[in-house]
């Protein structure tokens, strides 16, 4: 399908899931390589600490990447997990890294990407740590401590944001609907495809406006494709 767009989310790779990996690695195989371009919406692995990290545990997954990249434009924009995947780390998914926001035309509509996790404003611990891990000197103190001491940080995180989760409502951990009506105007756009918030949907809002959330893998596919013929199809077995 040479004009097709295949978008996907938190995979939240990680050692412990290979039967997500595995479900991944059939998806790239035997599903993306019909699509002319694939767009990886961020929390690709459940962790990133940094390019020069050997990750021996993705050497086959990488490979799957790179093998469909031949065929198959691949572009990725970074999660909250993963964004210290920057040029060096794409490259071995044969990816070309994107910023947040990013804009596409599909058909005759100009829509914007995103992660997702800038739309939940409600959260405001979360928002005060996402500004300061965004910060050149935060990620420069960060990448220049040994591997093993930021795996342990990254360790550390994972458990506050854990234990902070079970402490916080669904509520607070979904977009801020007020966050998502200003995206709109503020991005100029009718329609924005985000992940993030694990929970895929197809919301539609007045004027026209649709916001398409991309669910996360579990081992389950969820993704999302857009075609010229058939416009968008959110495939996720909880939709
Ligand atoms: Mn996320």
């Known amino acids: 399908m040479a004009d097709e767009y295949l978008f996907i989310s938190d995979c939240h790779l990680n050692a412990g899931r290979p039967d997500v990996t595995a479900s991944l690695a059939n ?17 690709l692995f459940d962790a990133w600490i940094g390019d020069d990290d050997p990750a021996t545990d993705y050497a086959e997954i990488f490979r799957c990447f790179k093998t469909l990249s031949q ?14 995947f920057h040029e060096v780390g794409v490259e071995r998914i044969g990816a070309t890294l994107i910023s947040e926001p990013s804009y596409l035309n599909l058909g005759t509509e100009r829509i914007v990407l995103l992660h997702g996790d800038s739309l939940c404003t409600d959260d405001q611990d979360y928002q005060q740590f996402r500004k300061t ?4 000197d ?25 234990s902070a989760m079970q402490r916080k409502s ?18 100029d756009i009718s329609s924005m495809i985000h992940g993030h918030t694990h ?26 494709s857009w075609r010229r013929s058939q416009g968008y199809k959110l495939t996720d077995y909880r939709v």
């Open 27 to 43: 998806f790239l195989k035997n599903r993306a390589i019909q699509a002319r371009f694939l767009f990886i919406l961020g929390d």
């Open 71 to 84: 065929n198959t434009d691949i572009f990725f924009l970074c999660g909250n997990r993963d964004f210290l």
């Open 133 to 136: 891990v965004r910060t050149r």
């Open 138 to 162: 935060w990620q420069n103190d960060f990448l220049s401590r040994p591997l093993s001491e930021r795996q342990q940080i990254a360790a550390g995180l994972r458990e506050q944001s854990k």
């Open 170 to 187: 669904m509520g607070i951990m979904d977009v801020n609907q007020q966050t998502v009506m200003g995206s709109f105007v503020e991005f």
């Open 199 to 224: 929970q895929p949907a197809i919301h539609h809002y007045d004027g026209g406006k649709t916001r398409y959330v991309l669910g996360d893998w579990n081992p389950h596919p969820s993704y999302l």
